[in-house]
Nanobody
Framework: QVQLIESGGGLVQAGDSLRLSCTAS????????MGWFRQAPGKEREFVAT????????YYADSVKGRFTISRDNAKNTLYLQMNSLKPEDTAVYYC??????????????????WGQGTEVTVSP
């Protein structure tokens, strides 16, 4: 089992940047593909980005492509989400998640095995 703890959320203005972190403990971090999801108030949880075990492959939701960057440091057991040019519609609770099996279903939240508790991001106009 792996435990995930997100940090770095906060209140920012439109156009600002934030970097979220997700620190893993427990099992070997590099054994897991990782993802970021978000859930806005009154909406379903949605895929944001994913990264392979080695960090060599990444995929993004169209809504964040070109603005967000997912990365990982396996030596530090940490996943990152650099968010630039933030928009009010990026307001949500952001969750990191881990999955054992890397597949083309990287956008499916139910395929992830472990989840963090979430960190809140609020972007004011």
């Amino acid at each position: 089992q792996v435990q995930l703890i997100e940090s770095g959320g906060g209140l920012v203005q439109a156009g600002d940047s934030l970097r979220l972190s997700c620190t893993a403990s427990g099992r070997t971090f590099s054994n897991y593909a990782m993802g970021w999801f978000r859930q806005a108030p009154g909406k379903e949880r949605e895929f944001v980005a994913t990264i392979s075990r080695s960090g060599g492959t990444t995929y993004y939701a169209d809504s964040v492509k070109g603005r967000f960057t997912i990365s990982r440091d396996n030596a530090k057991n940490t996943l990152y989400l650099q968010m630039n040019s933030l928009k009010p519609e990026d307001t949500a609770v952001y969750y990191c998640a881990a999955k054992v099996v890397w597949s083309t279903r990287y956008y499916v939240s139910n395929d992830y095995d472990y989840w963090g508790q979430g960190t809140e991001v609020t972007v004011s106009p």
